[in-house]
């Protein structure tokens, strides 16, 4: 891009003024958005040298195009140029700019508190700005924070973490995105927390990894097991886990986060079942094997497999609140809503009242699956 002689000088002089007071960060930008060059600073003025490198820097990114260029000052303060004029707009990033981007309303994950995970997972620009295409996951994540919140303050109401921290396990984490605003979340409570995530892809973990490293969550760790089997992950806790969380367990696999929860009798679960097929597959060959099975009432429902999948995932999961409720906790059903699954999704929150029961009480449970003809795997499990 041609920039002029005029606005070249112009970008030199409103650079060097604001540089007087030091950088974070400066992103170059194209005006449609994409390809960003950042360049970060320690928050100190630039000596001469420094200031001229940065000088040619910034005319270099106009010259390529990229001519929207923000200069992070400080936590409050950026300087916003556009280099084919040259002329700088100081932004104060205040506590109503703030609200603002919070939709009008104070969050946890407020955007100047929290602006280096913000950025990691994606919702934050490199200039501390939301965009409206990430407006709605910011809203998302913030919404379960709050379906999260009763959980911790039960938790800490019934001991004390400061001695021994809470211990939360994260089965098939996926990119880990919730796991770090679950920890982010835990620090602003001032909760001392151990969390542990768990997936079966390694290039998945692997980043995760990286990017704990990036926001100093040393109190996060990841590794690449299966549900079935983080024996090792749940031992590397520090004791069994208080938090059970599968917010991505597709199918059978939110049954084996189940069972492992009831097993290490953690005191709280989240849950958000998906693809639920094991009693859609069940119920259709119980109704081709017998004429008068489970769906006698409903010839339609034995006909039509959108509706028979339907009826089938919300028996699974009336059945796994069944078997938690008879085995000690208390349920909570929400809607919950995250980009990686469905628009709307089922919520499960769970907490122990006293101690885990006895398997027996699951008798009545049971009886119920096999008048249906069905065999969910978390009873099989357990």
């Not at 109503?96 to 309303?105: A, L, S, Y």
């Not at 704990?212 to 299966?226: I, Q, R, V, W």
């Not at 010839?299 to 919300?314: G, I, N, V």
Request: with cysteine; proline share 4%.
């Amino acid at each position: 891009m041609n920039v002029s002689t005029r606005s070249r000088s112009r970008l030199r002089q409103t650079v060097s003024r604001h540089l007087r007071r030091g950088f974070v960060r400066a992103i170059f930008a194209r005006p449609g958005g994409g390809d960003d060059e950042v360049v970060e600073g320690d928050g100190g003025v630039p000596d001469a040298a420094a200031i001229t490198g940065l000088l040619e820097r910034a005319l270099a990114a106009a010259d390529a195009g990229r001519v929207k260029q923000t200069w992070i000052i400080d936590a409050e303060h950026r300087v916003l140029i556009d280099a084919r004029h040259g002329g700088g707009k100081p932004i104060a990033h205040d506590s109503e700019r703030v609200i603002k981007q919070m939709g009008g309303k104070d969050r946890v994950l407020r955007p100047d508190r929290s602006q280096p995970l913000l950025q990691v997972i994606g919702i934050m620009n490199p200039d501390g700005t939301i965009s409206a295409k990430h407006a709605k996951k910011y809203k998302q994540i913030s919404h379960f924070v709050e379906l999260c919140r009763p959980i911790w303050d039960g938790l800490r109401s019934q001991r004390d973490f400061g001695a021994e921290p809470l211990r939360v396990l994260d089965l098939g984490c996926g990119n880990g995105y919730l796991t770090f605003v679950m920890t982010e979340a835990l620090r602003l409570a001032e909760l001392p927390a151990r969390l542990h995530g768990v997936d079966v892809r390694g290039d998945v973990i692997a980043r995760c990894r990286e990017r704990a490293g990036t926001l100093g969550y040393h109190e996060l760790a990841f590794s690449c097991a299966t549900i079935a089997d983080v024996e090792q992950a749940a031992a590397l806790l520090g004791g069994p886990p208080d938090l059970v969380v599968a917010l991505h367990a597709c199918d059978t696999a939110t049954d084996d986060a189940l069972a492992l929860a009831i097993e290490a009798g953690a005191r709280a679960i989240l849950v958000a079942p998906c693809c639920q097929h094991e009693i859609a597959a069940q119920l259709a060959t119980a109704a081709g094997r017998d004429g008068d099975g489970p769906l006698r009432w409903s010839p339609a429902m034995q006909r039509h497999s959108l509706l028979r999948q339907d009826f089938a995932a919300t028996l699974t999961d009336a059945l796994r609140i069944d078997v938690l409720e008879a085995l000690g906790w208390s349920v909570d059903t929400l809607e919950f809503v995250d980009d990686s699954h469905t628009p709307k999704n089922l919520l499960l929150r769970a907490r122990l009242r006293g101690s885990v029961r006895e398997r027996g009480a699951l008798a009545a449970v049971r009886q119920r699956c096999a008048a249906l003809g069905i065999a969910p795997r978390l009873l099989s499990r357990l």
